[in-house]
Structures are given as structure tokens and as C-alpha cells.
């Protein structure tokens, strides 16, 4: 397998279903292919905003299949890690035999602390068990726990050079993810498009970002020109507007806005739908303003 070379801007999409837990199968591809044609360069399937970690392992494997069945699968990235080894193998392989360019694997979560080296087994036997398909480490350490240092990330990198591509870093912390970054031949996406502007001075790869579902279009301009600081305050001003709630439920409601189709509204507990009138409100405005910048 070539490796995946994915850069840009990428939505880490959303998973629509209904009241029931079953995949609106139509909605889901309709907003994936959306996102490609109006400057996705990829799309993130099953991560911390497709729900996955709240979805069974048979919805996310029939997930998986929809959408390598139906979208360019050499810009598919799926999640595929859990908190046991033999399930993540088993997604992980799942996710190349479908021919999907990259995996996305979280740190086995449960158990902490952990040790280096026990992380690096954990890998380590990921690695001899799934072939060929990249992988990028996936950093939530508000969520996980655990941080992907850069004395780990060096050492993994080293070990399987042809295997670990990079990382989503949602640690929100830039000086982290520039350290990263710093890494030879290790593509690191920030989890905000705010971090595009400085994608070329820090060495990033893109972003991988649950706001960009509204508005791909205007994260990829500012991609293509990192220089423009008008462009990097509207691209700041549409995250910050998205951010200021739950980033699962203003995603869902505001794809909701977009198509008219109310399956969006939908979450997976523990996560609540946006139903506060001001709270829609108040997101209708900030996505009408990033709208007319990109008319």
C-alpha cells in the first residue's frame, strides 16, 4: 500500500442516526461527499465527533463499510481504537481490507498510569498485526488521560517508519504540537483550522477539526493562503462561534441547518442535542456571517 500523504483540511464528520442507534446510511454520505466537493482534502470518519467510542462495534465496522463503499476511500482516515488490544486490531485490519488510507488510534484509555514502555507494546503489537495501513497517533489527553510525548511519538516513529504517519493533536496546546511537528517525516494535524495560519512556519499538515463540517470551503482558502490575516480572523471568528457549545451537538444541529434533515439532531448519550433557542440562534448568525465570505 503507497502511503496516504494526507494534508489540509479535514472534518472529523459526524455520524447521523436515528432515536434507535441505526446509521441513516443516505444522510451520512450526503454530508461526507458535501464536505469533498466544497474543500475537504479528507475526510475523519468514527473520531471523537463521529461518536465512536458511544457507537457498537457492529454499527462502527457498518459505518466503516458504507463509507469505504461509496467515498473516495483514498481520503477516508478512520478511528479504530478501543481500550482493548484485540478489538482495535480487529478495526484496524477491518479499516484496510477496505481499503482506507489511514487509521486514527487513540492510547488504550482505561488504564492509567501508563508506562512508555507499555504504551510502546501496545503499538508495537498493533503494528505487526494490521499489514500495511498508516497510522496517526491520536492525542486527547482531556479525554484519554494519557499524552503522546514527544520522546514516544520519536521513538514509535523510529521503530516503524513506514507504518506511524503523524498525529491529531485535540490537546489544544500549540507548543505541544509544534514539538510534534519537529518530528522527521511526522505529519501533525491541530484539531482547530485556527492553527492553519501558521501551518507552513510550524511545520502542520493540515487540521483535523469538527468545526470545519460548517464551512470547509473557507478553512481550505485559508490553507492555500496562510498569509491572508483577514482570512485567518474570519476562519478564528467561525471557530470560536461554533466552539462556545458542545462541539457534537452545534456540529449535528448545524448540518441540520444546512440540509433540512432533522435525523442530525440525534446524539448518542451522555452528549445532548442543541436545544436551547438562543443557543441555535446565536449559531445561525456566526455560520450566515462565514457563509457571505465564502459566497
Known amino acids: 500500500?503507497?502511503?496516504?500523504?494526507?494534508?489540509?483540511?479535514?472534518?472529523?464528520?459526524?455520524?447521523?442516526?436515528?432515536?434507535?442507534?441505526?446509521?441513516?446510511?443516505?444522510?451520512?454520505?450526503?454530508?461526507?461527499?458535501?464536505c469533498l466537493d466544497h474543500g475537504a482534502s479528507a475526510l475523519n470518519i468514527l473520531g471523537t465527533t463521529g461518536e465512536a467510542n458511544s457507537l457498537s462495534v457492529s454499527l462502527r465496522r457498518e459505518i466503516m463499510t458504507v463509507a469505504a463503499e461509496n467515498l473516495d476511500r483514498s481520503r477516508l482516515m478512520v478511528g479504530t481504537a478501543t481500550p482493548d488490544l484485540a478489538t482495535t486490531i480487529d478495526l484496524t485490519q477491518r479499516a484496510e481490507s477496505l481499503g482506507y488510507a489511514a487509521a486514527?488510534?487513540?492510547?488504550?484509555?482505561?488504564?492509567?498510569?501508563?508506562?512508555?514502555?507499555?504504551?510502546?507494546?501496545?503499538?508495537?503489537?498493533?503494528?505487526?498485526?494490521?499489514?500495511?495501513?498508516?497510522?496517526?497517533?491520536y492525542n486527547f489527553p482531556q479525554l484519554t488521560g494519557i499524552v503522546f510525548g514527544p520522546d514516544f511519538a520519536t521513538r514509535l516513529k523510529a521503530a516503524h517508519p513506514e507504518r506511524i504517519r503523524g498525529a491529531k493533536d485535540s490537546s489544544g496546546d500549540l507548543d505541544y504540537a509544534r514539538n510534534l511537528a519537529a518530528i522527521r517525516d511526522f505529519d501533525v494535524f491541530p484539531s482547530?483550522?485556527?492553527?492553519?495560519?501558521?501551518?507552513?512556519?510550524s511545520g502542520f499538515a493540515g487540521c483535523i477539526s469538527a468545526s470545519v463540517n460548517v464551512n470547509p470551503a473557507l478553512a481550505d482558502r485559508l490553507w492555500r493562503d496562510q498569509g491572508n490575516d483577514a482570512l485567518a480572523r474570519q476562519v478564528r471568528a467561525l471557530r470560536a462561534g461554533v466552539a462556545a457549545f458542545p462541539l457534537i451537538g452545534?456540529?449535528?444541529?448545524?448540518?441540520?441547518?444546512?440540509?433540512?434533515?432533522?435525523?442530525?439532531?440525534?446524539?448518542?448519550?451522555?452528549?445532548?442535542?442543541?436545544?436551547?433557542?438562543?443557543?441555535?440562534e446565536t449559531l445561525a448568525?456566526?455560520?450566515?456571517?462565514?457563509?457571505r465570505m465564502t459566497a
Open 192 to 201: 482547530s483550522e485556527t492553527a492553519l495560519a501558521e501551518a507552513a512556519t
Open 1 to 34: 500500500m503507497q502511503p496516504s500523504n494526507i494534508t489540509g483540511v479535514i472534518p472529523a464528520v459526524p455520524t447521523p442516526f436515528s432515536l434507535d442507534g441505526k446509521l441513516d446510511a443516505a444522510a451520512f454520505l450526503e454530508h461526507g461527499q458535501w
Open 285 to 291: 448568525s456566526v455560520v450566515l456571517q462565514s457563509e
Open 104 to 137: 486514527l488510534v487513540l492510547p488504550p484509555f482505561y488504564y492509567k498510569p501508563v508506562s512508555e514502555d507499555g504504551l510502546f507494546a501496545w503499538f508495537d503489537r498493533l503494528i505487526a498485526a494490521t499489514g500495511t495501513i498508516d497510522l496517526y497517533l
Open 250 to 280: 452545534a456540529v449535528k444541529h448545524l448540518v441540520r441547518r444546512r440540509t433540512g434533515n432533522a435525523i442530525w439532531t440525534h446524539v448518542m448519550p451522555p452528549n445532548l442535542p442543541i436545544t436551547d433557542e438562543t443557543a441555535r
